[in-house]
């Protein structure tokens, strides 16, 4: 899955910028609805937010997505919604920026099932072609469902297409990655073992 070149087309950030730039991440994490000062500041946490912070950089496995896996409740969902806004908002296509990637497409994993049980082609297109695809929640859908009497597996489709086209993925489950091999095979854990970098969040619910 290695690529020659950085997928997210990340170039190198003055030092001076660096800590508005942690900043920003800590201000789009306290826009999720649970997140504040001394949950940011909690010492498991804090460590996840400096690995997430230097993959964004480009300076820890840039060519790699990741995977936060952990219980209910520890913030997954926003630190990788605040991942992704940030990596737009740094690395984005603009007028100034015209190379940059597109925006970025969040889904959660339930909702990707429905899209292939309508066969929305559209809709399936973007999930394979995205420049960063975030997939929230995996483990938890159908494995396979019916589409218009042909069996599909949504999430090994859009992890096989997506390995081969050397595309990022990020994601979210509370599954381990031996459950993860239980539910969808040793083939799609081997891809996404090449495809991210494992993160797991060991604290206890945030949710008030």
Not at 45 to 60: A, R
Not at 189 to 207: A, G, P
Request: net charge neutral; charged share 30%; with cysteine.
């Amino acid at each position: 899955m290695q690529a020659k070149t950085d997928p997210l087309k990340r170039y190198p950030i003055l030092p001076e910028y660096i800590d508005l730039l942690k900043q920003k991440f800590k201000d789009l994490l306290k826009e999720q609805f649970f997140f504040d000062d001394d949950l940011i500041q909690d010492k498991e946490t804090n460590k996840v937010l400096k690995v997430i912070f230097s993959w964004i950089l480009g300076e820890y496995e840039p060519n790699k997505g990741f995977i936060l896996t952990g219980s209910y409740g520890t913030g997954k969902s926003s630190i990788m919604k605040a991942a992704m806004a940030l990596i737009f908002e740094m690395y984005g296509k603009s007028d100034v920026y015209p190379t940059g990637i597109n925006e970025p497409k969040y889904i959660t994993s339930k909702k990707m099932a429905r899209i292939f049980i309508d066969a929305e082609g559209t809709k399936i297109n973007e999930l394979i072609y995205a420049g960063l695809l975030g997939i929230d929640d995996f483990g938890y859908e159908s494995k396979e469902v019916r589409s218009f009497g042909t069996t599909v597996f949504p999430f090994e489709e859009i992890i096989m297409e997506r390995y081969d086209k050397k595309k990022i993925v990020l994601a979210t489950t509370n599954l381990k990655p031996e459950q993860i091999e239980k539910v969808y095979g040793g083939h799609v854990l081997d891809r996404l073992n090449q495809m991210c970098f494992w993160i797991e969040i060991n604290t206890q619910s945030k949710r008030k």
